[in-house]
């Protein structure tokens, strides 16, 4: 075990005050218990450190949701969360906000590939495996079509939010 006071991680760490409902028994392959599921603490790993914007942002985008539900104010909601209503992309493309997209999904079925691989076997998930997931998503417009962001995209983009021009690319303009 170790102090997560004395360091930060870009991962997470679980805790459960409930008893599982799964029981481990232990067999020919079995520890006396589950092993924890966490990213190794070892120097030179993989993982790109986290800036300080970025922490948490998928605590960050939990909330963002469960306050968009409730808003009556959805612009000044917006301009809170900094997601622009006129962004510069990356490439310098500038997109503009038309929709926020929010889906709540529940996974209730299983498939699994057959040995073989010519088939998959489905089975229905019993309560206690049905997962639930919220997802969402900032449609956005770029002249020619829309482009869907995630929560992290939208808010990377630079703000030139306003009232704007948007000019149609057009085959040939004719001459006056």
Do not use: C
């Given at each position: 075990?170790?102090?997560?006071?004395?360091?930060?991680?870009?991962?997470?760490?679980?805790?459960?005050?409930?008893?599982?409902?799964?029981?481990?028994?232990?067999?020919h392959n079995r520890q006396d218990a589950p092993s924890q599921w966490q990213m190794?603490?070892?120097?030179?790993s993989h993982v790109p450190p986290v800036s300080d914007r970025e922490r948490d942002?998928?605590?960050?985008?939990?909330?963002?949701?469960?306050?968009?539900?409730?808003?009556?104010?959805?612009?000044?909601?917006?301009?809170?969360?900094?997601?622009?209503?006129?962004?510069?992309?990356?490439?310098?493309?500038?997109?503009?906000?038309?929709?926020?997209?929010?889906?709540?999904?529940?996974?209730?079925?299983?498939?699994?590939?057959?040995?073989?691989?010519?088939?998959?076997?489905?089975?229905?998930?019993?309560?206690?495996?049905?997962?639930?997931?919220?997802?969402?998503?900032?449609?956005?417009?770029?002249?020619?079509?829309?482009?869907?962001?995630?929560?992290?995209?939208?808010?990377?983009?630079?703000?030139?939010?306003?009232?704007s021009r948007i000019d149609f690319p057009s085959a040939e303009t004719p001459d006056?």
């Amino acid at each position: 075990m170790h102090d997560h006071k004395s360091h930060s991680h870009p991962h997470d760490h679980h805790h459960h005050d409930h008893d599982h409902a799964l029981a481990f028994t232990k067999g020919h392959n079995r520890q006396d218990a589950p092993s924890q599921w966490q990213m190794p603490h070892l120097p030179g790993s993989h993982v790109p450190p986290v800036s300080d914007r970025e922490r948490d942002l998928d605590l960050v985008e939990t909330s963002f949701l469960e306050g968009f539900k409730a808003t009556k104010d959805v612009t000044s909601f917006l301009r809170l969360a900094r997601i622009p209503f006129v962004g510069i992309a990356p490439d310098g493309q500038r997109l503009h906000l038309l929709r926020v997209e929010t889906t709540a999904n529940a996974d209730v079925g299983s498939v699994t590939p057959m040995l073989g691989g010519g088939a998959v076997l489905y089975d229905p998930l019993p309560a206690h495996l049905v997962s639930h997931r919220k997802a969402l998503a900032f449609v956005y417009h770029d002249g020619r079509s829309q482009i869907h962001l995630t929560f992290a995209e939208a808010r990377r983009l630079e703000d030139d939010s306003g009232a704007s021009r948007i000019d149609f690319p057009s085959a040939e303009t004719p001459d006056r």
